[in-house]
């Protein structure tokens, strides 16, 4: 059974600083990693998708990594706003391509 | 743009009572995906539907049904209601195709469901 580790579970940092957030899985046979963003009572924005034959995928400040071999995917945020707080979630992609989500990283990011 | 539609976003029900609830993907979006998030939890995983069809089963309690109709909405129907199924509930869709698209999962705003 796939499992998804999020580290940290919280990070606190200075606007304009550039930060990484950690997604580790236990099962290396992925179909795809999505990473999503989600606001307090809300729902879940999707911010990157990799497959599982890309390593990257950026998209404005956010760019996002995936090593299948080790089991990890990264998201680097550049040059933080506080409108980037939120918990990002990562899940990995399945059969079907049913995901199955870590606990989140909450990110505050302090003007 | 639009987005999946989910109703009612917010419900309260006493235990042992029923609930229905709805999505509507985006249009022409062919798949859907339910999800339930437990309070401070991740997002698990219920079941999911392919051109009508269901296509995958995850941690979805016998006293939950799902289908999806000709109009590619779908409906979530539980039973006894349990208080621990009190949680947000996500519908997601994925349109047709191949590629990142294809794979890509769009959430909707989620139903607060409350069993007291």
């Known amino acids: 059974k796939q499992e998804v580790t999020q580290i940290p579970a919280a990070l606190s940092v200075p606007e304009g600083e550039n930060l990484v957030l950690n997604c580790s899985f236990t099962?290396?046979?992925?179909?795809?990693l999505q990473w999503f963003r989600q606001d307090p009572g809300k729902g879940l924005t999707s911010l990157l998708l990799?497959?599982?034959?890309?390593r990257e995928q950026t998209s404005g400040r956010l760019n996002a990594s995936l090593d299948k071999s080790s089991g990890r995917s990264t998201l680097y945020i550049a040059a933080s706003q506080p409108g980037d707080s939120a918990t990002y979630l990562c899940?990995?992609?399945?059969?079907?391509?049913?995901?199955?989500f870590g606990k989140g990283t909450l990110l505050t990011v302090n003007p | 743009a639009a987005g999946v539609i989910q109703s009612p976003r917010h419900l309260i029900k006493e235990k042992r009572e029923t609930a229905t609830l709805k999505c509507y993907p985006i249009?022409?979006?062919?798949?859907v995906y339910w999800y339930q998030q437990g309070p401070g939890q991740d997002p698990q995983f219920l079941i999911s539907?392919?051109?009508?069809?269901?296509?995958d089963k995850g941690s979805i309690p016998d006293r939950f049904s799902a289908q999806q109709f000709s109009d590619y909405h779908s409906e979530l129907n539980m039973s006894s209601l349990e208080l621990g199924d009190s949680a947000l509930y996500f519908c997601?869709?994925?349109?047709?195709?191949?590629?990142?698209?294809?794979?890509?999962?769009?959430f909707g705003p989620g139903t607060r469901l409350l069993v007291l």
């Open positions: 099962d290396s046979a992925i179909y795809n």
């Open positions: 249009p022409r979006h062919d798949t």
């Open positions: 997601a869709s994925s349109p047709p195709g191949r590629g990142l698209r294809r794979e890509t999962q769009y």
């Open positions: 899940g990995s992609g399945g059969s079907n391509y049913k995901l199955t």
């Open positions: 539907f392919y051109e009508k069809m269901q296509s």
């Open positions: 990799i497959q599982s034959s890309q």
